[in-house]
């Protein structure tokens, strides 16, 4: 209850704390280190552990992460980085942040995921030009893994590194291997913002096989400084001797975080079994009414970030508009994932426009984000299902 009587309304996303998460954080707080201690590398193994990864780098957001990933990769003024407009701006900024060019792939009307057969045609074009990115950003939406296999082969021909922006996607699995293992892609980017999977609060990680790019993000991290000398520099000054080799940043995680993130690991594969659960109840539930369900290609399993419905136009006259205030009216405040970013004012001042990528238009024009997260109840969940099935009888 809060000041007006009325119980807080749902939200669409949010964290899920436990005792152990409080005590975990506590015990930072009692310790010799708060930032940059023994919790950071614990969290880093655990996230390297379960996906298999080589190497993993927890940084202060994935926003930091997608940053530090691009240059790490070697993005630079005059270079082009792709990804898709159905995500979160910083997917894009990150390009914007190196003084590279930014273009989309438009996504597939089922998946909500950038399109392969969109993608295969924009290289094609892009190789005749001499036009082609130097960095695919493929985006796990909603928790869905894109198709990386035929992603990975057209990038591989056309000389395309890859940077994953999996925010949505800890845990999600595409032909059975968990999204973050060994793939093929340079990169993979993971946020722990409180609606995501596990939450430090604030955070983000990135995941490598590659051993260049692992030193090369530690020292983007930390102001580009470095204790390894590079061979053929002049000898240290003494055992104190840093370097700086990169104009890096204080992209660093606290041990605040990293220790909140290194028990929430620990409860992961409950929240993906809840997520999981809800999101199969939603299917159910929803299924007699004139909603667009998220479709699931048979190569992915997904982490259940999101749960996105569109009221079919063929079936009701109730719009998008209209079931979002409908909700909220009845204390139940779903989203809007996302306005497609090259319609985003800033990026209409760099030449994009409304129909530079229908399908990811289309898309938007109806999508509404349901409360998913794995704390929500089964009874908010019914009354979640009874406030549409209102709605729409409207
Ligand atoms: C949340 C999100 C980000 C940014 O994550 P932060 O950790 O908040 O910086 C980037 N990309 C996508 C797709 C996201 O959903």
Redesign the pocket.
């Known amino acids: 209850m809060n000041d007006s009587g009325k119980p807080p309304p749902l939200p669409y996303g949010r964290q899920s704390i436990s005792e152990e998460d409080i005590a975990a954080v506590v015990a930072v707080l009692r310790s010799d280190f708060i930032t940059q201690g023994p919790a950071i590398a614990r969290f880093e193994e655990s996230v390297a552990r379960y996906c298999g990864a080589r190497h993993a780098v927890a940084v202060s957001?994935?926003?930091?992460a997608?940053h530090i990933g691009a240059l790490a990769l070697g993005l630079k003024p005059g270079d082009r980085l792709w990804t898709s407009p159905n995500?979160?701006v910083?997917?894009a900024n990150c390009a914007l942040y190196c003084g590279a060019g930014v273009d989309f792939v438009d996504i597939d009307p089922r998946t909500y995921n950038l399109s392969v057969s969109s993608l295969a045609a924009k290289l094609d074009l892009a190789a005749a030009n001499g036009t082609l990115p130097n960095v695919l950003v493929p985006?796990h939406f909603a928790g869905q893994p894109c198709e990386m296999g035929p992603i990975h082969d057209l990038c591989g021909r056309h000389g395309v590194r890859v940077m994953e922006?999996a925010?949505?996607a800890v845990g999600a699995s595409y032909r059975g291997v968990t999204i973050g293992s060994p793939s093929g892609s340079d990169l993979t980017v993971f946020?722990?913002?409180p609606v995501?999977i596990i939450t430090t609060g604030?955070?983000?990680m990135l995941l490598t096989e590659d051993d260049s790019l692992h030193e090369r993000l530690l020292r983007l991290r930390s102001h580009g400084l470095t204790r390894k000398l590079p061979p053929g520099s002049a000898p240290a000054d003494g055992p104190w001797s840093y370097a700086q080799l990169d104009l890096g940043f204080n992209y660093r995680m606290t041990d605040l975080q990293a220790a909140l993130g290194a028990s929430q690991m620990t409860r992961l594969p409950v929240f993906l079994e809840r997520r999981r659960t809800l999101a199969a109840r939603y299917d159910r539930l929803l299924a007699p009414l004139p909603l667009i369900l998220p479709w699931q290609h048979p190569d992915t399993r997904s982490s259940w970030h999101l749960y996105v419905v569109r009221p079919d136009p063929a079936r009701t006259g109730v719009d998008r508009a209209a079931l979002y205030a409908g909700l909220r009216a009845r204390g139940i405040n779903a989203q809007v994932h996302y306005i497609p970013v090259h319609a985003q004012p800033w990026y209409r001042a760099l030449g994009f426009k409304s129909g530079d990528f229908p399908e990811a238009e289309r898309y938007y024009a109806g999508a509404l984000s349901l409360p998913l997260f794995a704390d929500l109840a089964d009874a908010d969940q019914d009354r979640v299902v009874a406030a549409l099935k209102a709605l729409l009888a409207a």
């Open positions: 957001s994935a926003t930091a997608l995500s979160f910083a997917s985006v922006d925010s949505h946020s722990f913002h995501k604030e955070g983000g």
